[in-house]
Structure formats: C-alpha cells, structure tokens
Nanobody, 128 residues
Framework: QVQLVESGGGLVQAGGSLRLACAASGLTFSSYAMGWFRQGPGKEREFVTTISWTGISTYYADSVKGRFTISRDNSKNTVYLQMNSLKPEDTAVYYC?????????????????????WGQGTQVTVSS
C-alpha cells in the first residue's frame, strides 16, 4: 500500500522559511517523479513544483520560482520542499504526490491528474 506522509508545516511570519518533507513507502520511490501541490482557502488545488525521478530536473510555478526549492533523497524515500521568503498568499494545505507515468511521458507532470498517489497534506500558514 502506497503511503505519502507530509510533515513540517506550521505557522510562520511573512519573510520566514519552512521546510516540508514527504516520506514515501510502498512504492519504488526512485521510479516516480514527485510533486508538491497546494490548496488555499476557497481555491482549487494548484501545482507548486515537481522533480524528476533522478532529481536532475525540476519545475516550478511562476509564483514560487526563486523562493521555493524542491529536492529528493532516493536513499531515504523522501522529497523536500524548502520554502523561503514566504508570503501570506502562500497560505495553503500543501500536498505531496507521486507521478508513476513520468518516465513513460519523459517528464514530470504538472496537472493533478498526472499524479496517482497523494498525501494527506500539511497546513502552512503565513501571517502578515
């Protein structure tokens, strides 16, 4: 059974930093691209960033480019999201997700429908 468990969320002031982690089990982690999505109050779930199965390629939404960094440790089956210079508009539940078709597609997906497995989410709240 595939499980993705996020951690590291919390309350932070604007301009601060947080580091999220997502521990995966029940899958061959190194074969999956991994992504982070977020869903703010009253909003649809949106793409934040994704990383290829090797960790070589990364992609970011324009809204977080230059502030967020995704990374992965395949030896620990864990993907990370370092968030710096946080803004109130970054407030959301953050979800990690696993894309099993990325290798066949040739690149990680950026749509929620590209991801087969999802974590339960972790709340990030940025105060002004």
């Amino acid at each position: 059974q595939v499980q993705l468990v996020e951690s590291g969320g919390g309350l932070v002031q604007a301009g601060g930093s947080l580091r999220l982690a997502c521990a995966a089990s029940g899958l061959t982690f190194s074969s999956y691209a991994m992504g982070w999505f977020r869903q703010g109050p009253g909003k649809e779930r949106e793409f934040v960033t994704t990383i290829s199965w090797t960790g070589i390629s990364t992609y970011y939404a324009d809204s977080v480019k230059g502030r967020f960094t995704i990374s992965r440790d395949n030896s620990k089956n864990t993907v990370y999201l370092q968030m710096n210079s946080l803004k109130p508009e970054d407030t959301a539940v953050y979800y990690c997700a696993a894309d099993k078709l990325a290798r066949a597609r040739g690149a990680p997906g950026k749509r929620t429908s590209d991801y087969a497995y999802w974590g339960q989410g972790t709340q990030v709240t940025v105060s002004s």
